[in-house]
């Protein structure tokens, strides 16, 4: 299986920071990537697909990168709703892992 | 506009049977695979497995194969994920979810609101 991992566990940042998430997989995806946004009580949100493509109706402030083992979740400037946790996910044959998440919170 | 209607909460004891359902519109279901992701208090999430409704080819993840069943009925337009016997350490939220598009390499971009299983004794 194809494990996911994410740094750091937890971020702590002001608004308007640029924030960025890094994942690693244990083999390569290629660009086989995505990741999600999600709040407490809410479903988690597709925001990033393809590693660096956004999802309709997603703010431009977040961006994708990478290929193969590597990848990188960007927010540019970091808004009062951005703050939850952000999930990597590879999908590959028929098989998706997530990475344990990292937790964006209020410096 | 696609939708996901998943079934209600639910506070069941161990060894219980127990279904829950995502009700599906606003696409055609059998073409599009849905796949169940669990979140366990205060842990991320964790994937499955995935169902084809137009032939039910499913897949499962290893941490999960023989724990659950999945299903779909292309009638309703419905997948479920079903227990045998729960165990306290099924106590999760369920979130179902359907890939981005009708192609078996993608995202989950359409999601339901999520099921609470509550397993205690």
């Known amino acids: 299986d194809i494990q996911m991992t994410q740094s750091p566990s937890t971020l702590s940042a002001f608004v308007g920071d640029r924030v960025t998430i890094t994942c690693r997989a244990s083999?390569?995806?290629?660009?086989?990537l995505a990741w999600y946004q999600h709040k407490p009580g809410e479903a988690p949100k597709l925001l990033i697909y393809?590693?660096?493509s956004l999802q309709s109706g997603v703010p431009s402030r977040f961006s994708g990168s990478g290929f193969g083992t590597e990848f990188i979740l960007t927010i540019s400037s970091l808004q009062p709703e951005d703050f939850a946790t952000y999930y990597c996910?590879?999908?590959?044959?028929?098989?998706?892992?997530f990475g344990q998440g990292t937790k964006v919170e209020v410096k | 506009e696609v939708q996901l209607v998943q079934s209600g909460a639910e506070v069941k004891k161990p060894g219980e049977s127990l279904k829950i359902s995502c009700e599906t519109s606003?696409?055609?279901?059998?073409?599009?695979?849905i796949g169940w992701v669990r979140q366990m208090p205060g842990k991320g999430l964790e994937w499955m497995g995935t169902?084809?409704?137009?032939?039910?080819?499913?897949k499962y993840s290893p941490s999960f194969q023989g724990q659950v069943t999945i299903s779909a009925d292309k009638s309703i337009n419905t997948a479920y994920l079903q227990w045998s016997s729960l165990k306290a350490s099924d106590t999760a939220i369920y979130y179902c979810?359907?890939?981005?598009?009708?192609?078996?390499?993608?995202?989950?971009?359409?999601w339901g609101q999520g099921t609470l299983v509550t397993v205690s004794s």
């Open positions: 996910q590879q999908y590959d044959s028929l098989s998706w892992t």
């Open positions: 979810a359907r890939l981005r598009i009708a192609a078996a390499g993608a995202s989950f971009a359409h």
């Open positions: 393809r590693a660096s």
């Open positions: 083999q390569s995806i290629t660009t086989w």
């Open positions: 169902i084809y409704p137009g032939d039910s080819d499913t």
């Open positions: 606003g696409y055609s279901f059998p073409s599009y695979w």
